[in-house]
């Protein structure tokens, strides 16, 4: 078999770069689906979106005969379910009505209509007399002033809720309808475009189909049905992510676990050399010390016990024992007694798998520099009539195959924190060391590659993608619950 044939399947698998597509791109069209890793999704700006969504709203409105402003209330507060919304409005309608802040007997016009009656009215919040065209209720009849509603809704706006805006009476639960926060906002251009903006979010934030790319500052909102955690690639930005979490994407790792995970690196990883270097643990009750002064001689807060800090010996005889404190042993027993105390060995596995997941993470940037030498090296080839540009691409293939590779290898360590000792994750660790080897035998390869090694590097290209798609299969594809 020649090079060419060789490598021909892992060519059509990985023409486009891991991260990013140089070639052109429509607008907002469908991305490419090039592998199991990737969701059927679409591309949609906010008028597509909100296409989708007054289609949701007309399907419920026809199905159960109620205003847009209640059909569309009652869908956001259900994941935009109509077949669970009809189930529910059989059942109990006022209950459901209810359960959303709609008191029964909507009236849209009355919702934001000045109330009637008296000339003047005094408003509960300020205590302040005003005359009844400046005075708004909800349909659970609590009336208040323009100006008390205005700096409510402002400052809820200011809280990020835009969707469930309550009542401001203590006990009320009704909320208030996007007609009359509008209503009230009506000389707030600002305040109402601000408002706009949070409500569309809400309703996309709640939808179980939609995601907000999480570009900076990209509009784009990717449209999926996908169950699994898959990834999309958005056709503005570029920018890839999980279909559904919006994190980074992160196979083999579930959703819920790289949320933890996350979680747990923001709360530990800025203390978690600070404890390894600064405290050590009792050698009576095992309780975490940290040493605040510079004496030795250290007393135990919670068991009282006294003992040596650099040799963890009892005090009461380590006053004929500075000798043994101070020579270096190659395995001193009450040290290794201190590394079992449970507290430490979570810190331990913790740092563990924390330094292997970092350390992938600074490979992947630093190998960004290496593919950037790759297309320089490939450019300066073809100008020295040293072979044809795709005569070089493989170069080029292997780079990406070997951020590809490492992109996996990086989301393998929160996956492997998080399970439970058992013969599968002895498989999982296994297979993981397996590609850990692959992976660092092709980055070896790619830095040193020339016009000699393109069989040697297509080799090891293909043994390294096999270990990542059948580590993935078997710990991410074929799980219920990824």
């Known amino acids: 078999m020649d090079d060419e044939d060789e490598n021909m399947s892992l060519e059509e698998d990985n023409d486009g770069d891991y991260y990013e597509d140089d070639g052109e791109m429509d607008e907002l069209a469908m991305p490419k689906k090039d592998d199991m890793e990737d969701a059927e999704c679409e591309c949609l700006d906010a008028y597509q979106v909100e296409r989708i969504l007054n289609e949701t709203v007309a399907a419920l409105v026809e199905s159960a005969s109620i205003p847009p402003a209640v059909a569309r209330m009652l869908l956001h507060a259900n994941e935009w379910d109509v077949t669970k919304l009809m189930e529910m409005l059989r059942c109990d309608e006022n209950s459901t009505l209810a359960a959303c802040g709609i008191v029964t007997g909507y009236d849209e016009h009355r919702n934001r209509s000045p109330c009637s009656g008296n000339s003047v ?81 809400d309703y996309v934030e709640s939808h179980p189909h939609l995601k907000f790319c999480s570009g900076k500052d990209c509009p784009v909102v990717v449209f999926s049905k996908e169950k699994k955690a898959k990834r999309v690639t958005c056709t503005n ?74 040799c963890f010996g009892d005090w009461k005889t380590h006053g004929s024992e500075y000798y043994e404190c101070s020579r270096y042993k190659e395995n001193p027993s009450v040290a290794a007694e201190a590394n079992h105390v449970k507290a430490r060995r979570a810190l331990e596995k913790y740092l563990h798998y924390f330094e292997r997941y970092e350390n992938h993470k600074r490979s992947l940037r630093l190998e960004e520099q290496l593919r950037e030498k790759i297309r320089k090296k490939i450019d300066e080839k073809v100008n020295e009539h040293d072979g044809t540009w795709i005569d070089w691409q493989y170069l080029h293939r292997a780079a990406t195959l070997l951020t590809k590779c490492r992109y996996t290898l990086q989301y393998t360590y929160p996956f492997a924190y998080y399970m439970e000792s058992s013969s599968s994750k002895n498989l999982f660790e296994y297979q993981q060391a397996q590609l850990e080897k692959d992976v660092e035998e092709l980055a070896w390869d790619v830095e040193r590659a020339d016009s000699n090694s393109k069989s040697v590097l297509s080799s090891t290209m293909a043994r390294a993608e096999h270990r990542r798609t059948v580590l993935l299969h078997d710990f991410f594809f074929s799980s219920s619950d990824s």
């Open 121 to 201: 009215m005094e408003c509960e919040v300020c205590a302040c007399d005003h005359r009844k065209e400046t005075m708004r209720q909800l349909n659970c009849g609590h009336k208040f002033c323009i100006l008390c509603w205005r700096a409510h809704i402002e400052n809820r706006l200011s809280d990020g809720i835009a969707s469930r805006i309550d009542c401001m009476h203590s006990t009320c639960r009704s909320l208030c309808t996007p007609a009359f926060v509008l209503d009230v906002l009506s000389d707030k251009p600002a305040l109402r475009a601000k408002y706009e903006n949070f409500l569309f979010r």
């Open 237 to 310: 930005c570029q920018t890839s992510f999980c279909v559904r979490c919006g994190y980074d994407y992160h196979a083999p790792t579930r959703c819920d676990v790289i949320r933890k995970w996350l979680i747990k690196c923001a709360d530990d990883s800025e203390t978690a050399n600070y404890i390894s270097a600064h405290t050590k643990d009792c050698p009576q009750c095992h309780s975490c010390i940290e040493k605040n002064g510079g004496c030795n001689h250290m007393q135990c807060a919670k068991c009282r016990h006294h003992f040596c800090w650099m």
